[in-house]
T-cell receptor, first 110, second 112 residues
Framework: RKEVEQDPGPFNVPEGATVAFNCTYS??????FFWYRQDCRKEPKLLMS???SGNEDGRFTAQLNRASQYISLLIRDSKLSDSATYLC???????????FGTGTRLTVIP | NAGVTQTPKFQVLKTGQSMTLQCAQD?????MSWYRQDPGMGLRLIHY???????DQGEVPNGYNVSRSTTEDFPLRLLSAAPSQTSVYFC???????????FGSGTRLTVV
């Protein structure tokens, strides 16, 4: 079983829509969580960390559900520029490395 | 800050050739890693390092070597290139265990 699983999409949404992605992780010892954004033919870039209490950055909200072992990313008022692949990332307690999901592709349509 | 710098950006190799992908970071990060990214497979860890002189294998280490003689540099060596190594390679660094990675802009490698 993969450490991190994401729905690959694609998600095609109209401009202004709200869209949510979930990402499940298999190891309950996971302790740190992130969302990354990757544009076509570019490197992944850190979008936001995910904190236990949930956190918000402008139109983006990240949440963590430890009981069900998933993290989520909510994008409100989608912009064309939000079109990208969103990767969730998990770090296990005591582990030296990160586990990446395969990414969810979002296309925002005019 | 330049962040993480990878060279070259593009490379074409013939089967059997060897080469080194360069990676340097100027953020004084202890942790560095090499990933390859292939369509439909996501990012797969090749090798990683938790400090100068310390390296370890990741998920797909075969055919690659690394060394970490300084905090700044973490080169990846392809010993004898094979078409299966055609991929996009990303180097990344991070401050410590609980931090996310900063990625370089990638090297697109084609082996013919």
């Amino acid at each position: 079983r993969k450490e991190v699983e994401q729905d690959p999409g694609p998600f095609n949404v109209p401009e202004g829509a709200t869209v949510a992605f979930n990402c499940t992780y298999s190891n309950s010892a996971s302790q740190s969580f992130f969302w990354y954004r990757q544009d076509c033919r570019k490197e992944p870039k850190l979008l936001m960390s995910v904190y236990s209490s949930g956190n918000e950055d402008g139109r983006f909200t990240a949440q963590l559900n430890r009981a069900s072992q998933y993290i989520s990313l909510l994008i409100r008022d989608s912009k064309l520029s939000d079109s990208a692949t969103y990767l969730c990332v998990v770090i296990l307690t005591g582990a030296n490395n990160l586990f990446f999901g395969t990414g969810t592709r979002l296309t925002v349509i005019p | 800050n330049a962040g993480v710098t990878q060279t070259p950006k593009f490379q074409v190799l013939k089967t059997g050739q060897s080469m080194t992908l360069q990676c340097a970071q100027d953020m004084n990060h202890e942790y560095m890693s090499w990933y390859r990214q292939d369509p439909g497979m996501g990012l797969r860890l090749i090798h990683y390092s938790v400090g100068a002189g310390i390296t370890d294998q990741g998920e797909v280490p075969n055919g690659y070597n690394v060394s970490r003689s300084t905090t700044e540099d973490f080169p990846l060596r392809l010993l004898s290139a094979a078409p299966s190594q055609t991929s996009v390679y990303f180097c990344a660094s991070r401050r410590g265990r609980d931090y996310g990675y900063t990625f370089g802009s990638g090297t697109r490698l084609t082996v013919v």
